[in-house]
């Protein structure tokens, strides 16, 4: 799963709308949907804030899996 698909995933599951996740998130409603649509990656404050608002770590949202 790609980190947008993710991201997708993860809004639908709690039933928000992207503009109701955005406004959460203070942030334009486009600026959302362009990290939805893998278009633009997020700065690290904003996947902070998503990682927050989620309560999961930066490496589980952005789908990172360690080597070992």
């Given at each position: 799963m790609t980190?947008?698909?993710?991201l997708a995933a993860l809004?639908?599951?709690r039933s928000l709308s992207q503009k109701a996740l955005a406004q959460q998130l203070k942030l334009?409603?486009?600026?959302?949907?362009r990290y939805e649509?893998?278009?633009r990656e997020p700065a690290l404050s904003?996947?902070?804030a998503i990682a927050d608002f989620?309560?999961?770590s930066l490496?589980?949202?952005?789908?990172?899996e360690r080597r070992e």
């Open positions: 980190f947008s698909e993710h809004r639908l599951g334009g409603l486009h600026t959302y949907q649509y893998g278009e904003t996947l902070v989620y309560g999961m490496d589980d949202l952005v789908c990172r």
